[in-house]
T-cell receptor, first 116, second 110 residues
Framework: NAGVTQTPKFQVLKTGQSMTLQCAQD?????MYWYRQDPGMGLRLIYY???????DKGEVPNGYNVSRLNKREFSLRLESAAPSQTSVYFC???????????????FGDGTRLSIL | GESVGLHLPTLSVQEGDNSIINCAYS??????FIWYKQESGKGPQFIID?????DKRQGQRVTVLLNKTVKHLSLQIAATQPGDSAVYFC?????????FGAGTRLTVKP
């Protein structure tokens, strides 16, 4: 049981390049999330998918797009990378029971992305 | 306690001592709270959670205390071990979203 798997683990891009970060979960969770983590700051939500077929913007969606490919997979795309997008990106999943947070989110080990 | 900024608050304890990590949350409507542990190079790992209808919840070597009056959450780790060294952060669930604190770095001295 792998939980939440993110690929790649590390990536260096040049400004303007595009890239897709992949995330898959094997816990049959309905909801999936993408966060970024910057030094000294809490996780910030980029986009989320409450269920297969739906996606919504989070706190910091600009410069990103997402695709909920199926129940297991949720990808994050940077169409034209900028240095401000240098960060560690985490994918998370959980099943919603009633409201948003009745169950803890499970996280992958992150993708460390540097944009030069 | 936790704060937003470039430098995380730090807590250094001796192996075997008890640790207390604090968190001030912002939304009085938050009804669910979680503590996560994050080791270097890893993703956040769930430790313990508590709902707003409780004041205290205990796990294995960990206890979470919730004071809704002052919007304060604490994590107590008993008999702290070197493997407990990590960043610990709290999360609060409001009506629409989950908010995460920046974290406190716990260092355990042998």
């Amino acid at each position: 049981n792998a939980g939440v798997t993110q690929t790649p683990k590390f990536q260096v891009l040049k400004t303007g390049q595009s890239m897709t970060l992949q995330c898959a979960q094997d816990m049959n969770h309905n909801s999936m999330y993408w966060y970024r983590q910057d030094p000294g700051m809490g996780l910030r939500l980029i986009y989320y998918s409450a269920s297969e077929g739906t996606t919504d913007k989070g706190e910091v969606p600009n410069g990103y797009n997402v695709s909920r490919l199926n129940k297991r997979e949720f990808s994050l795309r940077l169409e034209s990378a900028a240095p401000s997008q240098t960060s560690v990106y985490f994918c998370a999943s959980h099943s919603r029971h009633g409201n948003w947070g009745n169950q803890p989110q499970h996280f992958g080990d992150g993708t460390r992305l540097s944009i030069l | 306690g936790e704060s937003v900024g470039l430098h995380l608050p730090t807590l250094s304890v001796q192996e075997g001592d008890n640790s207390i990590i604090n968190c001030a949350y912002s939304n009085s409507a938050s009804d669910y709270f979680i503590w996560y542990k994050q080791e270097s190079g890893k993703g956040p790992q769930f430790i313990i959670d508590i709902r707003s209808n409780m004041d205290k919840r205990q796990g294995q070597r960990v206890t979470v205390l919730l004071n809704k009056t002052v919007k304060h959450l604490s994590l107590q780790i008993a008999a702290t071990q070197p493997g407990d060294s990590a960043v610990y952060f709290c999360a609060e669930n409001g009506s629409d979203d989950m908010r995460f604190g920046a974290g406190t770095r716990l260092t355990v001295k042998p």
